[in-house]
């Protein structure tokens, strides 16, 4: 009987009740067993503090550290726009360094931004404005302001919505992010001449969206991690990392599938009052 107590408090242990302790009585064959069980629980649950408190302190200096870089990178791109209005700027080739200067100045912008943001995100320190909205009209906002990218990269977009209502309780500034975080990745990392399916279905209601990309779908939704690695000129790694911590932010589940030669984002939400689930 003492034995099936031990094995029952294992299993809770496992399921993650890692302060369950296990009755340890004067039994000669296991009360040893029962307390070193208890004490790898506590050695558990010290652990994963530990590990939480670590990572609370690093996104807490990223935040620091890059809100104190935004005041001076602000004056610098101040001054380059101040010298790029300079009709006289001799000699010529002070022309090619602000150029340069001003490229810099505002790539290094976003991914400080991004950075801010990812670190917010990760850690819930965001204030979200809840609201009822509809999905398909801020989805379809989205696509609009950002068919041009699509254009240029010669993507075929086919999108297919449900006629049905898909409203969802969201912040809708957020929820756009995501929907414009997804949309770039697809522009910059599609083959050329392929198509983009952006759906949505309602089941319990999907989006679904497929494109090809080189990449393991469990790293990509890491932090830093580039779907093609040998690019460097051109965003921060964040994205994915960023949409999927405002999806789950707002009560949904962001993941990534490869099917074939298609790669799938999905992205659950709650459906208002009703449950949708989107898969872009």
Known sequence: GYLNEIMKGVHKIKEGELNYKIEEKNDIYFSSLANDIN????GLENSIEQRIKSERMKSELITNVSHDLKTPLTSIINYVELIKKEEDLQPEYLKDYVRVLDNKSKRLKVLIEDLFEASKASTGNIEL???RL????LLQQSIGELEDKLEEANLGLRVNLTEESTYVLA???RLYRVFENLICNISKYSLPNTRVYIDVVKE???IISSYELNFDPEEIMERFKRADESRNTEGSGLGLAIARDLVSLQGGNMSIDIDGDLFKVKVVMDEYPQQILLQK
Not at 39 to 42: G, H
């Open 204 to 206: 319990d209601g999907k």
């Open 129 to 131: 404005e809840l609201v």
């Open 134 to 137: 509809d999905l398909k009209q």
């Open 171 to 173: 912040d809708g500034r």
């Open 39 to 42: 004490n790898i629980s506590e």
